[in-house]
């Protein structure tokens, strides 16, 4: 606690002699200087009742000074939390909610509980992956190299115990979430398919936690796995049916195409940290490939995505229109990102295409679920 400007206090006999605990030091006491008592008044002095009132441009002064600094400081929890990471973690959601409204199904309530509990797995996975990371030392070959950020907890900004209770924290907002959205979607269909989604959730958290934490897969070469599954077709059909209470094996498809983007995005992330994870013994599958191959694999992710999506279309020419193909205008810039990747050499070079390309990943999905809604409203001449 700051304690108040000596310049602003009125000073004499009245103010620190005539007080015991005051003669011999400055005893400070709540307020930061001795005992407690009202910033203008002083329990001494002349005046009315004994007391002494500060001249107006002493009370000024004191007041401009903070007798409560906050303890903590949000900017390193921000910085963990990666907030940048959500709109890729939303983009299934939102890509198997509009599917829905192109049949005719929405919820608005049950898009907010999905949203929620989508953005609570990234939070988590965010905050664990750092957790994760500093406990098996990864982090301390990352520090200070241009290119590569800096992580929370390895860098001191955060206490590995503050870390450690947030992520139990938001484990048990997953877990709050996750039930909530499966009561609320399958609240008609019986306590079968609400347990179903239950364990879905329940799946998703672990995976959240796990890329570096526990079974830490990630350190194994299964995360680009678990990205295509849980971005992608859990997340895309798993949404649709939520809103539709209904399955249909087509909606896998452009599921697919987000989960092999999503893919794309943490290839780069591996792209830009294969020494240091080769110096950790984080097994990726970029690390175990070789940049070549990994720039390769990064390419075939890409056109795997539009070729999914393409049948997908294809596969409905009966009951769909050209506007359905809109998500095409996606491909110009997923080329430029190619082409940037295949000539990138530094860590620097693949770090500014993680954001474009999870940008432009969240505006395939929504164009896909844009074009197919403006067609079931305005086809007028199907494909074929």
Not at 62 to 83: F, G, T, V
Not at 89 to 107: Q, T
Not at 200 to 209: D, E, K, Q, S
Request: glycine share 10%; net charge positive.
């Amino acid at each position: 606690m700051v304690p108040y400007d000596d310049d602003a206090l009125p000073h004499g006999p009245s103010y620190d002699q005539t007080r015991p605990q005051c003669r011999t030091r400055r005893s400070t006491g709540v307020d930061g200087v001795c005992g407690r008592r009202h910033p203008d008044v002083l329990p001494h002095g002349g005046g009315p009742g004994g007391q002494t009132r500060f001249p107006r441009e002493a009370r000024s002064r004191l007041w401009k000074i903070p007798h409560l600094p906050l303890s903590i400081s949000w900017a390193p929890w921000i910085q963990a939390a990666r907030p940048r990471t959500l709109p890729l973690a939303l983009a299934c959601i939102a890509l198997g909610s509009l599917l829905a409204a192109d049949r005719g199904y929405f919820d608005p309530w049950l898009t907010l509980w999905m949203v929620l509990t989508a953005a609570s797995y990234q939070l988590l996975s965010n905050l664990a992956n750092d957790l994760g990371d500093y406990r098996t030392g990864a982090d301390q070959h990352r520090q200070g190299l241009d290119g590569i950020e800096a992580r929370a907890v390895a860098s001191g900004l955060i206490r590995e115990a503050s870390m450690h209770r947030a992520v139990q924290v938001l484990t048990f907002m997953s877990l709050v979430f996750t039930a909530l959205t499966a009561w609320w979607g399958t609240r008609d269909l019986g306590w079968v398919y609400t347990a179903i989604f239950a364990a879905l959730g329940l799946l998703a958290t672990a995976a959240a936690r796990g890329y570096t934490l526990g079974w830490a897969y990630g350190y194994k070469g299964f995360g680009d796995l678990f990205v295509i599954l849980f971005f992608g077709p859990v997340g895309v059909a798993g949404s649709f049916f939520l809103q539709t209470q209904s399955w249909d094996p087509l909606i896998l498809l452009p599921g697919l195409s987000v989960g092999f983007m999503a893919a794309a995005v943490l290839n780069l992330n591996n792209l830009r940290d294969i020494e240091t994870d080769q110096a950790a013994g984080k097994r990726t599958l970029a690390m175990r490939m070789g940049r070549p191959m990994a720039k390769l694999y990064q390419t075939i992710l890409v056109l795997e995505a539009y070729v999914a999506t393409t049948v997908f279309i294809v596969l409905q020419a009966d009951v769909t229109c050209s506007r359905s193909f809109l998500y095409a205008a996606t491909l110009p810039l997923f080329a430029e990102g190619l082409y940037k990747t295949w000539k990138a050499k530094t860590p620097a070079d693949f770090d500014r295409q993680l954001k474009p390309t999870a940008l432009q990943t969240v505006l395939f999905a929504l164009l896909l679920g844009v074009g197919l809604l403006i067609d079931a409203n305005q086809c007028g001449k199907p494909l074929f």
